[in-house]
């Protein structure tokens, strides 16, 4: 998949990915999308949580290994 | 869509206690929420220019585990269960106990709370900060960080009142 610009969560726990992904969509302009990896296991939900509630649109999310990537499409 | 918001009471001020205030603050904003925290008798040293002096005391704390944060896995995994008496006893306890927790935080990846402190502060959460407690305790404004509004229960109410979410912590 596409992507703009790039976040690397690894290592980083609740509620770190989010915070630094908000921050990072900040800096996106609308459309844009952005990809995250993470390995907390609670940033499943969380990122499902986080785009639902800010309206910005979660295009993908998967594991493999131990590592979760997401997609984030910036409204 | 009006923006939702969230009021937070902070009236600890240890170490461990430090946490859900400000990660419940900091993720809100990230949320959309406009977020306010009252800071409150102990929940003051939150607010401190200088965090060091944040501990955490396992004494009389029966559902905080004690391990530590280094050696072999086997030796991570034994709860250290210290008699009450001993933890008392032993000067500089509550240091050493600091010491570890804070290695059990970086190892994790847990951010500091200087960290979310600052998270918050990015992102717009406001800090009120109860002058009648400030008084109280003797504390003078220079202690604490800039950009804190010094006010009472009243003005605290005016946003709590309004608000979709709120939390005494």
Known sequence: MNFDKELDARGLNCPLPILRSKKTLNEMTSGQVLKIIATDPGSVKDFAAFAKQTGNELLSSAEAGGEYTFFIKKK | ?169
Not at chain 2, 18 to 24: E, G, M, Q, R
Not at chain 2, 93 to 118: C, D, F, H, W
Request: charged share 20%; hydrophobic share 45%.
């Open chain 2, 1 to 169: 869509m009006e923006e939702k918001k969230l009021a937070i009471i902070a009236t600890k001020g240890t170490l461990d206690w430090a946490y859900p205030p400000f990660i419940l603050a900091s993720t809100a904003a990230a949320l959309g929420y406009e977020t306010q925290i009252f800071f409150t008798f102990y929940g003051l040293q939150l607010v401190r220019k200088d965090l060091g002096s944040l501990k955490v005391s396992p004494i009389g704390n029966p559902g905080m585990p004690m391990k530590m944060p280094f050696g072999p896995k086997w030796f991570k995994d034994i709860n250290w269960n210290i008699p009450n008496i001993l933890q008392c006893a032993i000067p500089g306890y509550e240091s050493v106990a600091t010491a570890l927790m804070k290695q059990t935080i970086a190892n994790n990846g847990v951010a500091t709370i200087p960290e979310l402190r600052e998270l918050c502060q990015e992102a717009d959460v406001k800090f009120l900060a109860c002058q009648m407690t400030v008084e109280l305790f003797g504390f003078e404004h220079s202690d604490f960080i800039d950009g804190i509004d010094y006010v009472g229960a009243a003005t605290f109410f005016e946003f709590a009142g309004d608000s979709d979410i709120c939390l005494f912590i």
